[in-house]
């Protein structure tokens, strides 16, 4: 009860922002543009729609991961309005673990109104079989890239300021992205230093790379369900993890 | 009376600037809240009244030192249920409505949406906020939020308040509605912890007080203890006798005043008695011997200044 009303008090911040609003309304835009775009070229109207629908809904999602996560925890201790929560009988960790699933419901209930629209563009106007598991799974391994990068955003609000919190956060959202290429690339490497330093960087780092299946839904591929359930896990044990270390601390911060 | 809150030895040090040196905020402070007490915490800007409630909180962890809350550690998460604190300044979540902020504040304390219902209007009006339900908080001045910041903090009807500077911020009426509301909670069986440099709002409503400088209690009593202790001086009136009495008298105490054949006059304790002979040598009658007390602002610069 108590986790669940700081978690929709979140959300009802969140909602509430009109920097969200006007982003959100951009990326709709971006999405509906699309139908104008198909006008202008010949074939690949799916391609062109799907490319940029996709590519919005991945930016307008990462872009809220970031930027709402850093302030979720760092605007509370910046404003002050975190004594008047870890004041009552709250546990430190149950806030850091509210907050979270806060966001993500705010997150996951934007796209989710942007995926829609796509689907609607798809189908209605382009006219497109679009197909349904391959593109659910695309949509649901980007969910999982959110729920990673909202998990790095408040692991560094937890000790750092907001604007270091978005450039450390948008940081590994790159490299996350440019892992697989780095270990293709460093394996063709004659420095066994180097191999080792780019692996050590692989395996602590999340290879969001995995999670991107948005080429399928063009393509109509669909993944084996094993690999969905690996990559959720995969992308679970790095949520959780980065949570853990959030806890950890925020358990021991002094709110000065 | 139980003691509804203990402070034992309690230290912190902060690490501050580039260098991080260190800063002690908080030095063997040591203090006891009796049930249904008004405790005035005084001290003037920095020094360590934030701290010293934050710590209480579990808002920032002491170095040293023990703190009791209702006979249990101050780290029982359970002893939360009975405390109600309003901050210093009134930060909160400015989208939220006064109705839905009070409503988030009270689940947090797992209160039942139909006791919610009946306590929020109530508490609302208590404060003076009666018919700002659907106002957001953004649109509220600085009384008002200061105001909400004390509604919030009776939401779960705590046995022990603590409020950081209740007064700040608020115009004389308003000063005067949140004194005679902190001395209402007491008459409903409350216990108020509040911290505050405003001299007059201790010495109004406070029971006991502390005096805390720089990190350090140097004086905890009851106010009337504080007050009658610290004073040396008697004020003298009498009226008649001869004209050397006045010379006579200017070579013990301090003539004040001298209206209409009646004097005042400022003598030490010691001193009385030389004083009552002399008027009374000189034919004057006295008219009342006064001891002169001390305000709790001659005792404050007194502490300030050591």
Redesign the interface.
């Known amino acids: 009860?108590?986790l669940l009303?700081?978690a929709l008090?979140t959300f009802?911040?969140s909602i509430?922002?009109k920097i969200l609003i006007g982003v959100l309304l951009f990326s709709v835009l971006i999405i509906i543009s699309t139908m104008a775009l198909v006008q202008l070229t010949i074939g690949q109207w799916m391609k062109i729609t799907v490319d940029i629908g996709m590519g919005a809904i991945s930016l307008f999602g990462n872009l809220m991961a970031v930027f709402l996560g850093i302030n979720l925890v760092a605007k509370e201790i910046d404003?002050?309005?975190v004594?008047?929560?870890?004041?009552?009988?709250?546990?430190r960790y149950e806030f850091i673990i509210s907050k979270y699933i806060g966001l993500l419901i705010t997150i996951f209930i934007n796209v989710a109104l942007m995926f829609v629209i796509l689907l609607i563009i798809l189908k209605y106007y382009i006219s497109y079989e679009v197909p349904y598991i391959g593109t659910i799974q695309a949509f649901y391994l980007l969910l999982l890239e959110f729920m990673i990068i909202s998990a790095i955003a408040i692991f560094f609000s937890t000790f750092s300021t907001p604007i270091m919190s978005a450039a450390f956060s948008i940081t590994f959202w790159f490299i996350g992205h440019l892992l697989s290429d780095l270990k293709f690339w460093s394996m063709k490497s004659e420095s066994e230093g180097f191999k080792l330093l780019i692996n050590t960087v692989y395996y602590l780092l999340p290879d969001l790379e995995l999670l991107n299946l948005k080429s399928n839904i063009v393509y109509q591929i669909t993944v084996d369900m094993k690999y969905i359930l690996w990559v959720s896990c995969y992308a679970l044990m790095y949520s959780v993890l980065l949570i853990a270390a959030s806890i950890v601390v925020f358990e021991?911060r002094?709110?000065? | 009376m139980d003691n509804i809150l203990e402070i034992r030895g309690l230290s912190k040090t902060f690490r501050a600037g580039f260098w991080l040196r260190k800063v002690r905020a908080l030095r063997d402070v040591s203090l006891t809240v009796r049930e249904n007490e008004i405790y005035g915490f005084l001290g003037p800007n920095g020094a360590g009244k934030t701290t010293t409630i934050k710590t209480i909180l579990g808002l920032i962890f002491p170095d040293s030192g023990k703190i009791t809350i209702m006979g249990k550690d101050y780290r029982d998460i359970s002893t939360r249920r009975y405390i109600g604190y309003a901050p210093e300044q009134p930060y909160f979540y400015e989208y939220l409505t006064a109705y839905e902020f009070m409503k988030f504040y009270g689940s947090l304390f797992s209160i039942p949406s139909s006791e919610l219902k009946r306590r929020i209007p109530m508490l609302l009006d208590m404060v003076g906020l009666g018919g700002k339900e659907s106002l957001q908080l953004r649109k509220f001045s600085k009384g008002m939020l200061q105001r909400i910041g004390l509604a919030q903090a009776l939401i779960n009807d705590p046995k022990f308040l603590i409020l950081d500077e209740p007064m700040s911020g608020l115009d004389p009426i308003g000063r005067r509605e949140i004194r005679d509301l902190i001395l209402a909670l007491k008459k409903s069986g409350k216990t108020v912890f509040f911290s505050t440099h405003i001299l007059s709002d201790v010495e109004m409503i406070c029971d006991k007080v502390a005096i805390i400088i720089e990190g350090e209690i140097r004086k905890e009593a009851s106010l009337s203890e504080l007050l009658s202790i610290d004073y040396n001086e008697v004020e003298v009136v009498f009226k008649g006798g001869n004209k050397s009495i006045k010379d006579d008298l200017k070579k013990i105490g301090l003539l004040m005043k001298d209206i209409d054949d009646t004097c005042y006059m400022l003598v030490s304790k010691s001193d009385i008695s030389k004083t009552v002979d002399v008027i009374r040598l000189g034919g004057g009658d006295i008219l009342s011997i006064i001891p002169k007390r001390r305000t709790l602002e001659d005792i404050f610069i007194k502490e300030i200044n050591c």
């Open positions: 009860m108590r009303s700081i008090n009802k911040e509430r922002n404003r002050k309005t004594y008047t929560i870890v004041s009552k009988p709250i546990k021991k002094d709110f000065k």
